[in-house]
């Protein structure tokens, strides 16, 4: 089947409509290429460390040797990070892909029963992990298929004496390390000396290949990896790439990485695109402390920053901002949610640099739709499908919708997931018999070739940009004494954009929000915990004893 293009029309000039997805076989040849023409520049800095691609190029190897000698994982395994953004984390990351092995991000804010998950969906055998949040991998390594615990630090990498006093100050004075026991585990630096004793071997990396398990809700609340081959990430590269190229000066781009390298927006336009134009990624372990933040904004002369509307309207906020240099700041890129135009507009004000939106998922590595980099005021729309990339509007029977009418929006294109890791059924709801992937937002099409997300299909949540799935909240609930029927969806939130809002039928009278609040705590993170607890003495339901989450929804935020 065939589709017109009308957006290759409205293609900034000099994109191009398709990119060579032949011209490097895997990640760890895009990171080669870099190496080799960018070795001295500098790669990831962190806490006033800098590491050149020299650098990542020399420990990666180690950590791969380490896998493959110490640990003698075979091509195919898996091996979990459980980080924030920290020099660790690139240096385990290419050098797990540069062993053959498939890394699975790992969001250090999970409880044990969401590690635990995942740890055992993946099957992964060795476990990279933050010692602030230890004692969660602590509470189910034993149930899971992990052999070997790697446990690291903030500072483990900062040098002497900053590493020492950084992590002195987060254990013994913030008191951030809870207590944990993980017997056999060794620290990252003992890893690095151990594999620095062997010589890496060649291991050829194929372009089928899976590189990451990057974990998602999907449409049934249950967390799927959706497996993501070095193909699909060196496509969403090249595509990328096609369109800031123009504006990216080789070797002196600078962007500001606070979004966590677990994500795959992250991931995938920080971390990996810019080393295709030997930027440095100027990574920011806690965005969440937003006068901190800013400080550090002031101490870099930063090219491009990444983020969601909520990290933009933060910052916005925060005392200091308005005193940055942004004269070296040609890209704000957002994405994860949607863009608020308000705060669209205001950072224009601020930064003198619009802010361009674009729009993607975990199952297309993730770019899908961008807007063109020359726009000059916010457009509302997630912009035109990018190179190599189809898109179009489908109805609930599968039809192709004309401009201008509303239905769900359908992707296709060589960054596209083949499926997700053993589930064979998930992948089938996602993908039609035409091969689309069905991303479950509704959206319209313009006669420009623009698209703009109306509303989403499914009952999903976005929290700050990422996902809650009401089934898990709902499963979590339904095992709390007292409660008869639970339901969970998404209200409006300033903050959040969104926020999780629980109505509930209660079987014991004396349950309250706070209880309900509190069993939530240790069993859900953060951003999943419900702001919004609403008691009714029964759900909307249809006649078949489906919940309407839709009257719920409509009831707003606040308590009937």
Not at 298 to 305: C, D, E, L, M, W
Not at 405 to 426: A, D, H, N
Not at 507 to 527: H, M, N, R, S, W
């Amino acid at each position: 089947m065939s589709i017109e293009r009308p957006w290759l029309s409205s293609y900034p000039q000099g994109v191009p409509a398709e990119i060579d997805v032949t011209e490097f076989q895997s990640i760890v040849s895009v990171l080669d290429s870099a190496i080799e023409r960018y070795r001295d520049r500098p790669a990831f800095s962190h806490m006033g460390k800098m590491l050149s691609y020299g650098d990542i190029d020399h420990l990666s190897r180690q950590f791969a040797s380490y896998l493959l000698h110490d640990r003698k994982l075979k091509k195919g395994d898996r091996v979990a990070l459980m980080m924030p953004n920290v020099l660790q984390y690139p240096i385990a990351i290419f050098g797990a892909l540069r062993a053959g092995l498939t890394v699975v991000n790992t969001n250090p804010l999970y409880t044990p029963r969401e590690l635990k998950h995942q740890l055992v969906d993946s099957g992964a055998k060795v476990l990279v992990v933050l010692e602030n949040v230890a004692h969660t991998a602590a509470a189910v390594v034993a149930e899971t298929q992990i052999e070997q615990v790697i446990v690291t630090s903030i500072g483990e990498l900062l040098g002497f004496p900053k590493g020492t006093i950084v992590d002195f100050v987060v254990k013994y004075v913030k008191k951030m390390v809870p207590d944990y026991a993980l017997p056999g585990a060794i620290n990252f630096r003992k890893a690095l000396a151990l594999g620095a004793a062997h010589t890496l071997p060649p291991v050829n990396v194929a372009s089928d290949d899976i590189a990451f398990l990057q974990y998602t809700g999907g449409t049934t609340g249950v967390a799927k990896g959706a497996m993501l081959t070095h193909r699909n990430l060196v496509a969403n590269m090249q595509q990328a790439s096609a369109w800031i190229g123009g504006n990216a000066k080789p070797g002196q781009e600078i962007i500001i990485t606070a979004l966590p390298l677990y994500h795959i927006f992250a991931l995938t336009a920080n971390c990996l695109v810019f080393m295709k134009f030997g930027g440095m990624n100027h990574l920011i372990t806690n965005p969440r402390d937003l006068p901190g933040f800013v400080k550090e904004l002031k101490s870099v002369r930063f090219t491009a920053i990444t983020g969601v509307n909520t990290l933009f309207n933060g910052l916005l906020n925060t005392p200091g901002f308005d005193t940055i240099d942004f004269s070296s700041l040609h890209l704000t890129l957002g994405g994860g949610m949607a863009v608020q135009r308000a705060v669209a507009d205001r950072w224009k004000k601020a930064t003198g640099c619009t802010l361009i939106e674009a729009y993607g998922l975990t199952e297309t590595s993730p770019a899908a739709c961008m807007n063109p980099l020359d726009l000059k005021a916010f457009n509302g729309a997630i912009g035109l499908p990018i190179s190599s990339t189809l898109a179009c509007i489908k109805d609930d029977e599968g039809r192709t919708l004309p401009v201008g009418e509303i239905g769900e929006l359908c992707i296709k294109g060589p960054q596209v997931m083949p499926g997700y890791w053993q589930r064979p059924e998930e992948t089938a709801k996602v993908f039609d018999a035409e091969g689309w992937l069905h991303t479950g937002d509704m959206a319209r099409m313009d006669a420009a070739g623009y698209f703009y997300i109306v509303d989403r299909k499914k009952d999903m949540i976005l929290v700050s940009g990422f996902n809650v799935y009401p089934n898990e909240i709902e499963d979590v609930l339904a095992t709390m004494p007292g409660i008869l029927e639970v339901a969970a969806v998404g209200v409006p939130d300033e903050k959040s954009g969104e926020a999780v809002k629980v109505v509930v039928v209660r079987k014991d009278p004396a349950i309250t929000a706070e209880q309900v609040k509190a069993f939530c705590k240790d069993k859900l993170t953060g951003y999943k915990h419900p702001k919004v607890v609403e008691f009714r003495t029964e759900l909307p339901k249809t006649n078949v004893g489906k919940i309407l989450r839709r009257e719920l929804r409509d009831s707003g935020g606040r308590p009937a």
